[in-house]
Structures are given as structure tokens and as C-alpha cells.
């Protein structure tokens, strides 16, 4: 796969890997995206969480990075990184694999979708969907069959963006994933099976 690896009009798409870390730091800010997070809440603990809360999750992500492991994909508009998608095998996510709520479904191997950020000015502009069908290409490359993900089901009124950094249920609906599971009132589990490369955009582009 070429470092561009997807272009929709004017965004493209790249794996982050160390070369594009000045990028993500870009893109998150000196927040970490959300409240020092760094997209570190699933990797890690939850005492250790909070332990390295802010500069020590800053750290750890990068020490991923550069270890040579891809964390995600970014979106970029032009030259512009505007949106995050945390993709990898679920076995990367330390949390997740705890979690009583989100436990395996079964054993098929699987690469979990957990985290979206966005930047301010990009939001409600269809991001989320271009970033759901980059990761189907990303885990189709590194021969991934199953893509799962936990979005979280709007309330009425609608959900504030730091609630729906695991995405929402008609992002992933439109992309071609299907409901499996709903474990609870605020989580839904929903899979994409890849098939040959013809049906795969296919299903992505219904």
C-alpha cells in the first residue's frame, strides 16, 4: 500500500506512522483530542489511565509510533490533518478486552474501530464515514476480514461529540456494517465482513 493510500476528492488518507507524528499532535492538539487522552483510554488500563493522564498518554502513543506499530489512519484535507480513526487488532486494546460490556463475541479474529476525532470547523461535514471506509481498506490491505465497531446510539436531541468518539450507529449502517450485538443501551457492536475487493467497495459505497 502506498503511504496515499485512499483519496476521496480532496482528502486523502494516511496510516500514522512516525513520519506523520508532528501531524497528529497537529490534528489533537494540546488537549490530546479529548481531555488528554491521546487515544490512549482503550490501549491502557484504566489506573494507568489516569496515572499518565496528558503528557504520559502523549508519550505512550508515540512510543507506539515509533516502535513501528500503525495506530490509526489521518484524514487530511489538502495538506490539513482533520480527522483521526483508531483502527488496529483488537488485542491491542487493553480496556476493551476487559471490558464486561464490549467482550468478545466470539473467537474470529477482528480489528477494532474505537476511536473518531475531527477538528473544530470539519465537524457535520460527512468526515466520520470518509474515515469508516478508509479503515475497511486499511484492514482489507493487512488481510483483516472482520472490522467491529461499538458505536454508541444517539439520545434524542443528539450526542456531544466527546460521546460519540466511538462513532454512531448510521455512520457504520451506511458503510455496510450490520448490528451483531446490543450488549447495552448505550452500545450497539456491529461488524464488517470483507469479501473480495469488488464487493468490499461495494458494500462500502451502499
Known sequence: MSDNETTYTSYHFHPLTSGRWDDF???FGKRGAYGGCWCMW?????SQ??????EGNQKAMKEIVNSGEVPGILLYLKDEPVGWCSVAPRERYASLNRSPVLKRLDEIP???VVCFYVANGHR?????GKLIQAAIEYVQHEGGRVVEAYPTPPKPGGLPPVSSFMGVPS????AGFVECKRPSKSKVIMRYFIEDQGNTYRRAAS
Open 42 to 46: 482503550w490501549r491502557t488500563t484504566r
Open 110 to 112: 477482528v480489528w477494532s
Open 25 to 27: 499532535e497537529r490534528l
Open 171 to 174: 455512520a457504520f449502517e451506511k
Open 124 to 128: 457535520n461535514q460527512g468526515i466520520m
Open 49 to 54: 489511565f489516569e496515572q499518565q493522564h496528558g
